[in-house]
């Protein structure tokens, strides 16, 4: 994991090295994307997965995303790094469903963010992707962090009902930090809602956190969505989970992000379950 040094000097001389970096790392291919499964809450028995980017920085290992997507915004950089994860993570997931080692109802996740929903080719763009690795659209899910849908213009939902219409499902990453009306929930075109891991993390040691959390359960139930716990590290916040209602989770309890070839090896060709 990436980790600062006295010698990097100040936050803008890291900024510019990173911003510097992250323009070879493209060019040199540095990044990869591993994959954390998502789980059925009682069984453990693999539901799908999210697609997640990792750079493997030289001289500095394997470096998470927090470290380098803030600076990749900022320098007009991160839609060509997500398009790069989608291109192969359908790449990855193609490969998968042509060995027979994945098919429906499981399903992919990959992030994107506003700067993605505001292009106006965007559905045509992953349809033609989709269609070039042979992979159905029901199989591919788009996560969208509540944040970016809160200031969402008519276009950008029009974009997502296109989506939904070709089978991709959609999903409100990080939900419940947002702070938004929940009128406008059931006005977005979205299949799936996942419960920040910051409500799950203090699930058993709030009792207003437990409260929101079933909350959106029940109401993720009643507006016909499915529903994804994020952050689940522990039994008894599994157990706890179980009980309000929730059905899919994804955490270290399960499986940390791994590379394909570990991801392969015990998810897709390990009977094995947690």
Request: net charge negative.
């Amino acid at each position: 994991m990436f980790s600062y040094t006295p010698d990097m000097g100040s936050s803008t001389d890291l900024a510019f090295t990173l911003q510097s970096e992250l323009a070879l790392a493209l060019q040199q291919k540095q990044f990869r994307v591993y994959f954390q499964p998502k789980c059925r809450l009682d069984t453990g028995a693999l539901v799908g997965a999210e697609a997640l980017v990792r750079w493997e920085r030289p001289g500095h290992g394997l470096t998470l995303p927090g470290m380098f997507l803030g600076v990749a915004e900022k320098c007009g950089m991160l839609v060509e790094l997500d398009q790069w994860v989608m291109q192969t993570a359908l790449q990855q997931l193609g490969a998968w469903c042509g060995a027979g080692l994945w098919a429906a109802p499981m399903r992919l996740a990959v992030n994107v963010n506003v700067a993605d929903i505001q292009r106006p080719d965007l559905p045509a763009h992953i349809a033609g992707m989709l269609q070039n690795q042979h992979v159905g659209a029901d199989l591919l899910e788009l996560e969208i962090t509540e944040d970016a849908l809160l200031e969402h213009t008519p276009d950008q939902l029009a974009r997502l009902q296109a989506l939904r219409d070709m089978g991709v499902s959609v999903a409100i990453d990080d939900f419940g930090t947002g702070y938004s009306s929940l009128s406008y929930l059931r006005l977005l075109p979205v299949s799936v809602l996942k419960i920040d891991q910051s409500f799950v993390a203090s699930l058993t040691s709030d009792d207003n956190d437990a409260v929101l959390v079933r909350t959106i359960i029940d109401m993720a139930h009643d507006l016909g969505h499915s529903l994804v716990a994020e952050g689940v590290e522990t039994p008894l916040q599994r157990e706890r989970l179980q009980l309000l209602g929730a059905e899919v989770g994804q955490g270290y309890l399960f499986g940390y992000p791994v590379s394909v070839q570990e991801f392969e090896a015990r998810w897709l060709r390990s009977a094995s379950a947690p």
